[in-house]
């Protein structure tokens, strides 16, 4: 795994550097102001410090050797080495400290146990290994919070092979902390459309919260970005979630319509073709009604290949593991998609959004985390997350 740090004016300047350097599989893992040094310090100009970290292939060819730079780098971009044999990086160490002291005493308390259960056994054997013993902390953590074994074992395994005797606490666990986050990758959320409007299709089961999550959305674009916006619904079978995205239309101001049929879809975005955002709602069906499905999959269609498109998947963190599977399958025959989470606050166990991750391939997009508009809402983060995952406390 290689981790650097690059410096510049912008997030995007920096994250560009990283990307012609490293390539494009690179994921952001920390974002900060860059602390200014020297006397004259306060002269300069405020610098973004992005750390980012590539996962290295097998039997990866390493670059030939370069004769000294003669050519300068830009000079708003800094680029800040780091080391690959343990965690330099003092971002991704100040946001593990507080996580190793605890799964250190945690490791202890274990210990204690041990001792006294093969004190009371005869013929105990030889204690375990240190780093054994925290491996095995670390996957008992994930468990804890729901992630599936499968997928604990995986991460385990991943360790396993570059674990030697003796191994600082902190390296594992800053080595699972950066693998788990690769994993989730870098979030998606909504980016606008070079040819207007862009559709935004929101899927998922009933009770989940799609309703609410477009209004939390639709207010950040309308109220925060000046966007231009409007609301369709397609839910015709409840006729209280049409009154209530109208209402949210109405408190935007914003342009609502309830679509019956794919030519009424055609005709609304033809009428909003100016727009910069259509948000979709969907009806909130069972996953398992197929004529149900296939009218949602008809709309998204009859939408049109013509303009840009996209669907997210709306599911809650609190619905079982089996359940989620069972979901993702179904809508993956209808649509390609992104995923949203909510729910957050009701449960006290994450694993669900490393396991559906997982299982689907598809991207983090937005997690809610109660019933308030337009807030309880924010972009996917995967440190925040995994912190949560190995133990570190809530995600909000």
Request: hydrophobic residues 35%.
């Amino acid at each position: 795994m290689i981790i650097k740090k690059f410096q510049a004016k912008t997030e995007k300047e920096a994250v560009e550097a990283a990307k012609k350097e490293l390539g494009e599989g690179v994921v952001v893992m920390n974002v900060k102001e860059a602390k200014k040094k020297g006397f004259f310090a306060f002269l300069r100009p405020k610098m973004v410090e992005v750390t980012v970290a590539l996962e290295e292939e097998p039997d990866r060819a390493l670059p030939p050797k370069r004769e000294p730079v003669k050519k300068q780098p830009p000079k708003d971009v800094i680029v800040e080495p780091e080391t690959k044999n343990g965690p330099t990086d003092k971002a991704i160490e100040e946001k593990l400290d507080s996580l190793q002291s605890l799964l250190e005493k945690k490791l202890q308390l274990a210990d204690a146990e041990k001792e006294s259960e093969e004190q009371k056994e005869e013929g105990a054997q030889e204690p375990e290994d240190g780093n054994v013993r925290f491996l095995k902390l670390l996957y008992h953590t994930m468990l804890e919070n729901e992630i599936n074994e499968k997928y604990a074992n995986q991460i385990i395994d991943e360790l396993d092979t570059v674990l030697k005797p003796n191994m600082p606490i902190d390296y594992m666990l800053s080595n699972v902390y950066q693998k788990m986050i690769l994993k989730f990758g870098q979030g998606g959320k909504i980016t606008p459309s070079e040819k207007k409007p862009k559709v935004i299709f929101f899927i998922g089961p009933t009770g989940v919260g799609k309703t609410t999550t477009i209004a939390k959305i639709a207010s950040r674009f309308r109220v925060e970005e000046k966007k231009q916006v409007a609301l369709f619904t397609t839910d015709t079978y409840r006729i209280a979630a049409a009154e209530q995205l109208r209402t949210y239309a109405n408190i935007l101001e914003v342009p609502f319509r309830v679509i019956y049929t794919v030519e009424e879809i055609k005709q609304g975005i033809s009428e909003f073709s100016g727009y910069d955002y259509i948000f979709v709602d969907t009806a909130g069906h069972s996953h398992q009604n197929e004529s149900q499905k296939n009218a949602m999959g008809d709309f998204i269609k009859g939408a049109g290949d013509d303009l840009e498109k996209e669907a997210y998947l709306v599911v809650s963190a609190t619905t079982k593991y089996k359940d989620l599977i069972s979901i993702a399958d179904s809508y993956s025959t209808m649509t390609d998609y992104k995923l949203i989470f909510t729910k957050l606050d009701e449960t006290t166990s994450l694993g669900n959004l490393l396991n559906l991750k997982m299982y689907t391939g598809a991207q983090m997009s937005y997690v809610t985390y109660g019933q308030n508009v337009p807030d309880d809402i924010e972009e996917f983060n995967a440190q925040k997350t995994v912190k949560t995952l190995l133990g570190g406390g809530r995600i909000s």
